[in-house]
């Protein structure tokens, strides 16, 4: 064998004995690796503390009466019958069922639909499509309870300008029958435009060979819309279904500030605020509605997560 062919015949042994072992990950250094841990272990022990404790320890209080003053030891236990009494001698929780389920339906079929079309026709780059954009995002940076004040300016029965231009004496935010109806115009104000941004940020995604492709075969807009650009926007129509429900469950706010949720303005939410900040302080009971709206919530987001991780498999 010349010394070549020799040369040539230990290059792969060479080659072996110098790449490393399959299988093994190349370690991070010491300093990386703590800060990883450290970024990782923070946020992890706010979420504990914040959120899953507070969670736990409500879910546990379901299950006794408690006013809130003297030790833990005082509390006591009663089993179920907190939920017992919610669902039969608590008058207020099926008309805040009700409402709930009313602020759930209006806000699908009104302030979401419009919205979406507003992305629509604002994902066009017409003139003055960033000066609208601005304007309809603008009370989304505001809470629910200055929405509240700000409608009140409309609502209002003795100067209020609903009532001033048509020369009406209506109390809108106090008349029962239809201060609901009211409050979900307000709401729907604010929510038009969270969802109007949701789309448009999901328009600007779409890839443009769908549109071409579309027109190619003679589609029109609203047929390339519902059949090509509609279907490819899932995790944004996922994402907006769960925020519509988790906003209908938790809608508090604007109803505390206008009657602390009482005559015709009823929400889990309100009743919760009521028996546990309120006169009553029944902690126990304030727990278990917090508990049944957790636990509705919950619903909603395990159907979000599933179909995430079902695409995420998929992929």
Same mark, same amino acid.
């Given at each position: 064998?010349?010394?070549?062919?020799?040369?040539?015949?230990?290059?792969?042994?060479?080659?072996?004995?110098?790449?490393?072992?399959?299988?093994?990950?190349?370690?991070?250094?010491?300093?990386?690796? %703590?800060?990883? @841990?450290?970024?990782?272990? =923070?946020? !992890? $022990?706010?979420?504990? *503390?914040?959120?899953? /404790?507070?969670?736990? &320890?409500?879910?546990?209080?379901?299950?006794?009466?408690?006013?809130?003053?003297?030790?833990?030891?005082?509390?006591?236990?009663?089993?179920?019958?907190?939920?017992?009494?919610?669902?039969?001698?608590?008058?207020?929780? %099926?008309?805040? @069922?009700?409402?709930?389920? =009313?602020? !759930? $339906?209006?806000?699908? *079929?009104?302030?979401? /639909?419009?919205?979406? &079309?507003?992305?629509?026709?604002?994902?066009?780059?017409?003139?003055?499509?960033?000066?609208?954009?601005?304007?309809?995002?603008?009370?989304?940076?505001?809470?629910?309870?200055?929405?509240?004040?700000?409608?009140?300016?409309?609502?209002?029965?003795?100067?209020?300008? =609903?009532?001033? $231009?048509?020369?009406?004496?209506?109390?809108?935010?106090?008349?029962?029958?239809?201060?609901?109806?009211?409050?979900?115009?307000?709401?729907?104000?604010?929510?038009?435009?969270?969802?109007?941004?949701?789309?448009?940020?999901?328009?600007?995604?779409?890839?443009?060979?769908?549109?071409?492709?579309?027109?190619?075969?003679?589609?029109?807009?609203?047929?390339?819309?519902?059949?090509?650009?509609?279907?490819?926007?899932?995790?944004?129509?996922?994402?907006?279904?769960?925020?519509?429900?988790?906003?209908?469950?938790?809608?508090?706010?604007?109803?505390?500030?206008?009657?602390?949720?009482?005559?015709?303005?009823?929400?889990?939410?309100?009743?919760?605020?009521?028996?546990?900040?309120?006169?009553?302080?029944?902690?126990?009971?304030?727990?278990?509605?917090?508990?049944?709206?957790?636990?509705?919530?919950?619903?909603?987001?395990?159907?979000?997560?599933?179909?995430?991780?079902?695409?995420?498999?998929?992929?």
């Amino acid at each position: 064998m010349t010394d070549i062919e020799q040369t040539r015949a230990e290059a792969p042994q060479q080659q072996r004995a110098a790449a490393p072992p399959q299988g093994r990950e190349k370690k991070l250094p010491t300093r990386d690796r %703590w800060v990883v @841990i450290t970024m990782v272990t =923070i946020p !992890l $022990v706010l979420v504990v *503390l914040l959120v899953w /404790v507070p969670a736990a &320890l409500s879910f546990a209080l379901s299950f006794g009466k408690w006013n809130g003053f003297g030790d833990l030891d005082t509390i006591e236990w009663v089993g179920f019958q907190n939920y017992k009494d919610i669902a039969t001698i608590y008058p207020p929780f %099926w008309p805040a @069922i009700q409402h709930n389920l =009313i602020w !759930l $339906v209006f806000l699908f *079929l009104f302030p979401t /639909v419009l919205g979406m &079309l507003l992305a629509v026709v604002l994902d066009r780059e017409m003139r003055g499509s960033r000066f609208y954009q601005t304007a309809f995002y603008m009370p989304v940076v505001l809470s629910m309870a200055l929405i509240g004040f700000i409608w009140q300016l409309f609502y209002s029965r003795d100067q209020g300008l =609903i009532n001033d $231009v048509f020369g009406t004496q209506i109390d809108w935010y106090g008349d029962p029958d239809i201060n609901l109806w009211a409050v979900l115009v307000a709401t729907a104000w604010r929510h038009t435009g969270y969802i109007m941004l949701i789309y448009l940020a999901g328009l600007k995604g779409v890839d443009a060979s769908l549109r071409e492709a579309a027109a190619v075969d003679g589609a029109g807009e609203v047929k390339t819309f519902f059949n090509v650009i509609f279907p490819v926007m899932r995790p944004i129509n996922l994402i907006v279904i769960v925020i519509v429900v988790i906003e209908s469950l938790r809608a508090f706010d604007i109803v505390w500030v206008i009657n602390k949720g009482r005559n015709g303005l009823e929400v889990i939410g309100a009743l919760v605020a009521q028996n546990v900040i309120g006169e009553a302080t029944r902690y126990g009971f304030g727990s278990a509605l917090a508990v049944i709206m957790m636990l509705i919530s919950s619903v909603f987001i395990t159907i979000y997560l599933r179909n995430v991780f079902r695409e995420e498999r998929t992929r």
